[in-house]
């Protein structure tokens, strides 16, 4: 077998065999398959798809690239959510400690940021001292201690997708169903959760632009997992506008950590952590019904239970939990400007995919799999669509590390704001759930 026909093959829209898909992942895996090769066969699945017995197949072949965790002996029931990738989103910092903090276990393999989306382990990078490179021990141990642990894959876990998620950030080769599923669903399959929660974005700053998009790699998704054996559920959510008012590693940490400890939150963020804490609670059956899990995720944000969690959480992953205790410790971006509405009206679009393209040229994200990030720098909008706004009034905040990228995303945010005379409805939080 070789890697030249491989490629040829997929450049020529037919099916691959599940003994070409394998040979691709060890080989990839090991270093034996050089990026070039692997990014042109990356892209020739995104122009040209793949089936579904490819895509599941592709999906084991990942899932098995490292070592698998079993669960059972750690923890009776466990649960996982994973979110396809959007702008702002926020949602693991404060959905993954609510539902711990509840009895129900939660053991979690994330990403880091992915084209203009973010990663939650960039962000929970950007608390000192945090380690997501658990060993297997490390990880079930942790699970078995305190009911809440989070990692990246790594050489040991999932490595295949390490190295395809790095790759495809930089080549372009992102929103494709297959290597979305591929990449989700071989993490929570490296895992042995009992239910997996997927938060399925839809709308511009999503990789599923449509609803008929998000639904069906949602239903993709749940049925790979379903056929291993996990209870599946994805909810379909609204990635039009940023989630919440921050987009930036640091300035992510300081606004979940910011509601967990019962401080007002954007309406939008608010809503959709309760919920999908609510689905996991329920899913779990802690909660008998979807409005006793949002009361159950309520209390535990109102009695600072959920703070308390991530805390031992990030502690047992040697993060320094006093920059959560006081977040005016993190470093501040040297450039910050507050930049103000140009006219009277109501906020009618944020574009989602240019915040968060802006938020990779502050530095916030990669363009080269070496690249570093700046933890400091991002953007905070002050306003969701469907607000009224008055000229003068700030509408974003940009957090710049020199005045030259300050500038340029000056131009580019007010671009991506549309202001209209008249009333604009509210966006909706969700489109729906698959089960
Ligand atoms: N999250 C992932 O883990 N992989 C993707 O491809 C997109 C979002």
Request: one cysteine or more.
């Amino acid at each position: 077998m070789n890697m030249v026909e491989i490629i040829c093959k997929k450049r020529d829209k037919e099916k691959l065999s599940q003994q070409e898909i394998e040979y691709f992942i060890s080989n990839y895996t090991s270093g034996d398959i050089p990026d070039y090769q692997a990014s042109a066969l990356a892209m020739a699945i995104l122009l040209n798809g793949m089936d579904e017995e490819e895509i599941s197949q592709m999906t084991m072949a990942m899932a098995h690239s490292g070592e698998t965790l079993n669960l059972s002996e750690h923890a009776a029931f466990s649960v996982d959510k994973h979110s396809t990738g959007g702008v702002g989103d926020k949602t693991t910092l404060i959905v993954q400690p609510i539902v711990s903090s509840c009895g129900v276990a939660v053991a979690k393999m994330s990403g880091r940021g992915l084209g203009f989306s973010g990663g939650t382990i960039d962000k929970l990078e950007s608390i000192p001292g945090m380690r997501i490179d658990l060993s297997k021990e490390e990880f079930l141990s942790q699970l078995q201690r305190i009911g809440s642990v989070i990692s990246g894959q790594s050489k040991h876990l999932a490595p295949a997708d390490g190295k395809m998620y790095a790759l495809r950030d930089v080549t372009g080769t992102v929103p494709s169903q297959a290597l979305i599923a591929s990449s989700i669903m071989s993490k929570k399959l490296a895992v042995s959760t009992n239910a997996i929660l997927l938060d399925v974005k839809v709308g511009k700053g999503a990789f599923m632009k449509t609803i008929e998009d998000a639904k069906s790699l949602a239903k993709l998704m749940c049925s790979i997992g379903r056929y291993n054996g996990r209870i599946m559920r994805a909810e379909l959510s609204d990635m039009n506008q940023p989630l919440g008012y921050m987009v930036g590693n640091i300035l992510e940490v300081k606004e979940a950590v910011s509601m967990l400890k019962g401080e007002p939150a954007a309406p939008d963020l608010y809503e959709h952590c309760i919920d999908s804490s609510a689905q996991l609670l329920q899913m779990a059956s802690k909660a008998k019904t979807f409005e006793e899990g949002k009361k159950m995720a309520e209390d535990a944000l109102t009695s600072g239970r959920a703070f308390e969690k991530l805390k031992e959480m990030i502690a047992a992953q040697s993060g320094d939990v006093s920059y959560l205790d006081d977040t005016s410790k993190f470093p501040e971006a040297p450039f910050v400007e507050v930049c103000e509405a140009p006219e009277d009206g109501f906020v009618a679009a944020i574009d989602a995919q240019e915040v968060g393209e802006t938020g990779v040229e502050l530095g916030g994200g990669r363009h080269q799999k070496t690249d570093p990030i700046d933890y400091r720098v991002g953007i905070e909008i002050h306003h969701k669509v469907g607000d009224q706004i008055y000229e003068g009034d700030p509408l974003f905040t940009v957090h710049a590390h020199d005045e030259e990228t300050l500038a340029y995303a000056r131009l580019r945010l007010h671009a991506a704001h549309r202001i209209s005379p008249a009333p604009v409805n509210k966006l909706p939080q969700f489109y729906g759930i698959v089960e």
